[in-house]
């Protein structure tokens, strides 16, 4: 606890002055009786034994009033965190080739979209060596023959996930392909909005951009070619880190068997390695190769390293006054000391005038 003006605690000398007037002599209105000799011998009441509660009510008052002058403050130390976070679209491959069951997922061989919806959820939300990105703007999109916007970039990272989990592989021939150019595209213009939209930046202030783009297969389809479209993100200051997902060569995909069933199916797959490391080269990023569940994991935990979120912790002093905004003490809260000052004026002035009343 602290004091704002400490000297102001010398005025309680004169609280002795208090009880100097009011044991003074004073001259009193004489009546005549014959004797009192009777009543000496009667003991005192207890209205009179406790008629110096009016002194200590005014002692209390004043003392306290020159406290709440002195204007004791309890300091209350407040921290808090700023943080430079990442703005990160994912960019994230859902056509038909990302059913080859080339990963595995708890000990049981699952497909390449499965492996990346895990493996991305630990990335954002935290697990095995990963810690998570609470502090980043993260949003999504997926493609195949066309780019489509699955989530913006947000903080709510819950919601992430979610929209994560509903992603599907491409099931219809009109919409299978592989439009990298075009997926790039778009993450490209929703970091861009960044520099449009400020309100999203009011509690995170943005060290970098970057695009994580996961794909198994070649351009195909699409507009915009790939090589245009990091040269689009390298304008923009967008660094775009490549990752190549899938066994070289031959691969087991799930198709419908001749009762009905599923049966696996060895079909060739083949990674463009070449654009996915044009593009990397291009925008100042790096480019993996994943494939199993484990090197998609070590993948992201490089990233994590490469883009680490800074913070920067600012601790504030905050000062409540006691003397109108009481104190906690944890196991018993005081309350303001001007408010104990206005009881103990009362008290003295109803007392006074009622129970300690004197006549004349």
């Known amino acids: ?108 061989p699952v497909d390449r979209l499965t492996a990346v919806k895990k493996v991305f959820e630990e990335f954002v939300m935290g697990g095995e060596d990963l810690d998570g990105r609470p502090d980043d703007l993260i949003g999504m999109v997926s493609f195949a023959g066309f780019a489509d916007g699955q989530c913006p970039l947000t903080l709510d990272h819950a919601y992430l996930v979610s929209t994560l989990s509903q992603i599907e592989i491409a099931g219809e021939r009109a919409e299978d392909g592989t439009a990298i150019g075009d997926a ?49 993100a390298a304008t923009d200051g967008i660094k775009i880190y490549t990752i190549g997902a899938g066994t070289t060569g031959l691969a087991q995909i799930p198709v419908p068997g001749p009762f009905g069933n599923t049966v696996l199916q060895r079909i060739r797959v083949t990674v463009d390695e070449k654009t996915l490391k044009q593009i990397a080269a291009t925008t100042g990023g790096r480019f993996w190769r994943a494939t199993d569940t484990d090197s998609l994991r070590e993948i992201y935990t490089e990233i994590d390293a490469l883009e680490k979120t800074e913070t920067e912790e600012k601790r504030y002093m905050q000062y409540a006054e006691i003397a109108t905004e009481g104190l906690d003490l944890g196991w018993v809260n005081i309350p303001p000391i001007l408010v104990i000052v206005l009881i103990a004026v009362a008290l003295e002035i109803v007392l006074a005038n009622t129970r300690f009343r004197k006549i004349p």
């Open 184 to 232: 790039i595209a778009l993450a490209v213009l929703r970091l861009g909005d960044l520099d449009r939209k400020r309100g999203i930046l009011e509690a995170n202030k943005i060290k970098s951009k970057i695009i994580i783009l996961l794909t198994d297969g070649e351009s195909n389809r699409g507009e915009i070619p790939p090589a245009k479209a990091a040269e689009l």
């Open 1 to 108: 606890m602290t004091w704002q003006y400490p000297w102001m605690l010398s005025l309680l000398v004169l609280l002795p002055l208090i009880w100097w007037r009011w044991l003074a002599p004073k001259p009193h209105s004489a009546v005549r009786f014959s004797s009192i000799n009777w009543l000496k011998h009667q003991g005192g009441s207890f209205r009179v034994k406790s008629r110096h509660i009016i002194p200590m009510l005014r002692t209390l008052s004043v003392g306290l009033l020159i406290v709440c002058l002195a204007r004791p403050q309890k300091g209350n130390e407040e921290t808090r965190v700023f943080s430079e976070g990442v703005a990160i679209q994912m960019v994230v491959d859902r056509s038909s080739s990302m059913r080859a069951m080339d990963f595995n997922v708890d000990g049981r």
